[in-house]
């Protein structure tokens, strides 16, 4: 474990060696060229004017049609997507940043309408409360809308699902990234099949907390056999309760699949905290249980300020800390957090979707100004 309080000192990840802690969280912007969810050299633009962060996780990228859950996300499992990410690498490595690319399976998080009227899949056929972005193809306009009870997936559809991520992340290393970060938060596929309340499954994907652990294991060895385990992490929400995944059993099977991955040996860890309106506290004797099974890098994300981040990093809970919406209006925002500088607002009408206005416009703080 490499503990430093400081948001300056460097650390090594895998085999790359960040100059800091300050990390860009993945942010879904919905910015993919149409047809075929294909990164561009707007994408590119955005991620090199935010180089300066210790480590960017790029949006999350659908492993498959299958994977998809929102309107204009991008993926990573065509040939026209590899080349698109190719420019967004490429614009960061010579801006001087790292960037793994985070891969991407939403389950039940998703809508018929992505899949030619087909139901959205999940471990389970569950009904739960949950909503994603979609655009009305009539009007053109982005929306909130209710997702359907998903259908169960076969178990030769979850072998294929593991080899799509296999397939995702090798695509990514094709496409210059320097890893890869396994979305298993936020109520996503990997998530789901961790949880009692969205598997029910009665078969060895389901029921004891070793078999709800199977699917983020074979995604993980899969991953990790492809890439190296270096390159390899993943994200993980323990106090998620939104979206029906509100599950009694959950820390115990977190803490059991941090024991697995300390042992696989991955690059890091990324916890999602309390960023839900109704997410309970992210505890301090957990984060102590959490640290004793995985002595690896930690990343949190969840709305941290700078004496936040100083304080976690200081008690050896993370090594790492994760912004998101700061990077939004920030792209310098690492120099801000750390020299005191001023913050600017976002415009939230322009998160989702649309082009640079709201995205690749935000300027850097003039250095006469920040003097």
């Known amino acids: 474990m490499q503990t430093n309080s400081s948001l300056l000192a460097p650390l090594t990840v895998g085999e790359l060696t960040l100059p800091h802690r300050i990390v860009m969280a993945p942010m879904t912007r919905a910015r993919s060229a149409q047809p075929g969810d294909v990164p561009t050299a707007l994408n590119a633009a955005y991620y090199a004017q935010r180089a300066s962060a210790a480590l960017i996780v790029s949006e999350a990228a659908q492993i498959s049609p299958q994977g998809k859950g929102y309107s204009f996300t991008p993926g990573i499992y065509s040939q026209e997507q590899v080349q698109g990410w190719?420019?967004?690498?490429?614009?960061?490595?010579?801006?001087?940043g790292r960037i793994f690319l985070q891969l991407w399976h939403v389950g039940r998080m998703s809508h018929p309408d992505f899949h030619d009227g087909a139901l959205p899949v999940a471990p389970s056929a569950v009904p739960f409360e949950g909503q994603i972005w979609k655009v009305d193809a009539a009007t053109g306009v982005g929306a909130m809308v209710d997702c359907p009870t998903p259908r169960e997936l076969t178990r030769a559809e979850i072998a294929a699902i593991v080899d799509?991520?296999?397939?995702?992340?090798?695509?990514?290393?094709?496409?210059?990234?320097?890893?890869v970060e396994i979305h298993g938060a936020n109520g996503y596929l990997v998530d789901q099949f961790l949880r009692t309340t969205s598997n029910h499954r009665d078969d060895e994907y389901g029921g004891?907390?070793?078999?709800?652990?199977?699917?983020?294991?074979?995604?993980?060895?899969?991953?990790?056999?492809?890439?190296?385990?270096?390159?390899?992490?993943i994200r993980l929400a323990p106090f998620l309760t939104a979206r029906g995944m509100d599950c009694p059993d959950i820390l115990p099977t977190i803490l059991d699949a941090a024991a697995f991955l300390q042992t696989r040996g991955i690059a890091y860890l990324h916890l999602v905290e309390a960023d839900w309106d109704d997410a309970p506290e992210f505890t301090e004797?957990?984060?102590?249980?959490?640290?004793?099974?995985?002595?690896?890098?930690?990343?949190?994300?969840?709305?941290?300020?700078?004496?936040?981040?100083?304080?976690?990093?200081?008690?050896?809970?993370?090594?790492?800390?994760?912004?998101?919406?700061?990077?939004?209006?920030?792209?310098?925002?690492?120099?801000?957090l750390t020299e005191d500088l001023p913050l600017a607002d976002f415009d939230g009408a322009t998160l989702f979707g649309g082009t640079a206005r709201g995205y690749s416009d935000y300027p850097a703080l003039p250095v006469a100004a920040a003097a």
């Open 86 to 96: 190719r420019l967004v690498t490429a614009a960061v490595h010579q801006a001087g």
């Open 164 to 179: 799509d991520f296999r397939q995702g992340a090798r695509n990514a290393i094709a496409a210059g990234f320097d890893g």
């Open 208 to 233: 004891t907390r070793e078999n709800r652990l199977r699917f983020l294991k074979e995604v993980v060895d899969a991953v990790a056999g492809e890439v190296g385990a270096h390159r390899t992490a």
């Open 285 to 336: 004797t957990f984060r102590q249980q959490l640290r004793g099974r995985f002595a690896r890098p930690i990343i949190v994300a969840g709305n941290y300020d700078k004496a936040r981040a100083q304080w976690v990093l200081g008690h050896g809970y993370a090594d790492l800390v994760a912004f998101g919406r700061p990077f939004v209006a920030n792209p310098d925002f690492p120099r801000r």
